[in-house]
Each structure stands twice: as C-alpha cells, then as structure tokens.
C-alpha cells in the first residue's frame, strides 16, 4: 500500500536524527552525561547546534509496528534502540545521576562543546511521557504480532 511507502520515507528521515555510533564523554566534572554511558540512540533536537535528548522514545512503538506490517527487520532494530539505549541516562537506585530521584532524566546535553553538558539540570514532563508512551505502544503492537 501506498500509505506504507511514505510511513518507510518518514521513519528514514527521522532515522537520520539519531546517534549510531558513541561519543567520548570527558571523565571529568562538570558533564552531566556519564563518560561509561553509551550515546547511541540519543537524537539531535534541532538543526543549527547539538543539543540531543530522548524525544524518540516516543516512537518505539511506531517502529516495532512498521517492522510488522513490512516484514523489514532494519526498523525493528530501530524500535529496540528507542526503547532501551534512550533511558540510558535515566536515573535509578543504583545510578541516581545526581537527579532528584529514580525514574529521572535530564531533558537534554551536548554532544559538542562542552560536551556532555545541558543547558540546565531539569527534568521536564515531557522526557516521561515520551518514555511512558513509547513503552506502552511497545506493548501494545507486541499484542498484535
């Protein structure tokens, strides 16, 4: 069907935002984002500058769904990436990230000068309802394969 020939285009496209490979973090303060923790999967936010964050957890969902309906392994090994490598800087008990307690991720670094570094230390709404959303379309199009 036509509709799945421009739905493979949109998820390319948007393929292109995300890191595949990871960036060296400085071992030293003051980076927010850990030198062991691995970059793949986090996504540039806008042209211009490199500002990454997580927002495409949110589409984990619609990655898993478009590997069904096409049969294209590729875009399940997307899904799988949004899923798991974009809570990589998510806090929890074992690994607070000096975060204001589990469940917790800053809303975005650098990946260029200073890299590792935000803008600020916040967690804002969005970043878990993206995770949220993300995982439970997950779930849902496992319930229909």
């Known amino acids: 069907p036509r ?38 999967g986090m996504q540039l936010i806008a042209t211009g500058h490199s500002l990454v964050d997580a927002y495409m957890a949110f589409d984990a969902g619609n990655y898993l769904r478009l590997h069904r309906l096409t049969g294209d392994h590729h875009f399940r090994e997307v ?12 806090a929890t008990q074992a690994q607070p990230h000096d975060l204001a307690g589990p469940g917790w991720q800053q809303e975005h670094w650098s990946f260029a000068p200073p ?19 993300g995982m439970a379309s997950w779930a849902r199009e496992k319930t229909l394969r």
């Open 79 to 90: 899904a799988e990436i949004l899923l798991h490598n974009t809570k990589a800087m998510m």
């Open 115 to 133: 890299r590792g570094c935000g803008l600020h230390r916040y967690w804002l709404p969005w970043v878990s309802v993206s995770h949220l959303h």
């Open 3 to 40: 509709f799945l020939e421009y739905a493979r285009a949109a998820a390319a496209f948007a393929e292109t935002w995300i890191y595949l490979w990871n960036l060296p973090m400085p071992a030293n303060p003051p980076s927010h984002y850990l030198a062991d923790i691995g970059t793949v």
